[in-house]
């Protein structure tokens, strides 16, 4: 595949979701990428429902663009046969627990050695180091023991099981991918390779932004429903007439006008820049109340025309026809590994 990174070449020795999106992204750039698929061993993601052809659609779309190397890791001469291979490709992704890559006879340090220009990224839950360095774990435990789920939801519900898994794409994926790029910038400038440590719990953590500023440095306790941005005022999603629902983002007072205007509330307009609960309340209240007397799709309508950031809550289907998204190539037609093509999410990185 052409691309960027049609210079690279990976060797990726991982499985269910982190990794695989990790060197899928790469793969869409253009790099080269071998899948080592042990055949004794079960890829989850490979038997999740549901089913397009032979494979999960899930295995399907984050094999794309690769190539796959059925090899029994335990088997004897495997560690040759990698061992050979890390001399071309010289770039390793694992998402094994700490040390199991040195129990199999090829770590880094016997990698390396091979090939001391090697870039090699372990993708694991809490890291190479810490007490929890062994410790199992899953997307919702890392968002959990990261304080993200601590001020997301509503405070009578807790925290939300969210559609997407956060802390293993935001957190363990986009950093794998920036960690080795990062590895391979450093590489082209002095010759060295680099061991790239990526904890998805260190980089939910870090996705804490605004909200760990605030609690780090400002002393502010997080919580659900307690900010502007997570529901503690009129930024919120409002149900619909029909029950769908809008969101509405109008922090702006040029935009808040806009959305108040139309929903005849312009005089309430002095509440939206509030600080005091009780005012942002009522607001809400005031909000939901109007949107209520609606459908969604006349709402539609209406915010079609005034630029307010009030947007419709899309399923994955809708949003897949969205004009936008479709201007944007956002869905596109890829061989699902058989020959036959499968309609896939696209990619979002687009190079002029």
């Not at 990261?146 to 994926?173: E, F, K, M, T």
């Not at 060295?192 to 440095?217: H, P, Y």
Request: charge should be negative; aromatic fraction near 6%.
């Amino acid at each position: 595949m052409s691309g960027p990174l049609s210079h690279l070449k990976v060797l990726d020795f991982s499985t269910l979701l982190p990794g695989p999106y990790a060197t899928m992204m790469l793969a869409d750039m253009g790099a080269e990428v071998l899948r080592v698929e042990a055949p004794d061993r079960v890829d989850l993601a490979k038997i999740m429902p549901p089913f397009d052809g032979k494979f999960s659609t899930t295995f399907s779309y984050l094999s794309r663009g690769k190539q796959t190397l059925p090899l029994n890791l335990k088997a004897e001469g495997s560690v040759e046969k990698i061992k050979a291979l890390v001399r071309e490709y010289d770039i390793v992704i694992e998402q094994f627990r700490p040390g199991v890559m040195d129990r199999l006879g090829i770590g880094y340090d016997v990698l390396k050695a091979e090939n001391p220009a090697l870039i090699y990224c372990a993708i694991t839950g809490y890291g190479q180091t810490g007490p929890y360095r062994d410790r199992a774990g899953h997307d919702i435990n890392y968002l959990a023991l990261s304080g993200i789920a601590s001020h997301c939801g509503r405070q009578n519900s807790g925290p939300p099981p969210l559609g997407i898994q956060v802390a293993d794409i935001a957190g363990g994926s986009h950093h794998a991918v920036m960690g080795v790029l990062a590895a391979v910038i450093k590489r082209q400038q002095t010759g060295e390779g680099s061991f790239v440590d990526i904890s998805m719990t260190d980089a939910a953590f870090a996705l804490n932004a605004m909200a760990g500023a605030a609690c780090l440095a400002g002393g502010q306790e997080q919580r659900p429903e307690g900010g502007v941005l997570n529901g503690g005022s009129f930024y919120d999603y409002y149900q619909t007439s029909d029950g769908r629902w809008l969101s509405v983002g109008s922090l702006e007072p040029q935009f808040s006008a806009r959305l108040l205007e139309a929903l005849n509330l312009s005089d309430l307009q002095k509440l939206t820049m509030s600080q005091k609960s009780e005012h942002q309340q009522e607001l809400k209240a005031a909000i939901q109340l109007k949107i209520s007397e609606k459908p969604l799709s006349e709402w539609q309508d209406v915010f079609s025309k005034t630029d307010a950031c009030v947007e419709p809550v899309l399923t994955i289907d809708e949003a897949a026809e969205h004009p936008q998204l479709k201007a944007r190539a956002m869905v596109g037609e890829v061989d699902r590994g058989d020959g036959v093509g499968q309609r896939q999410l696209g990619q979002p990185i687009k190079f002029g």
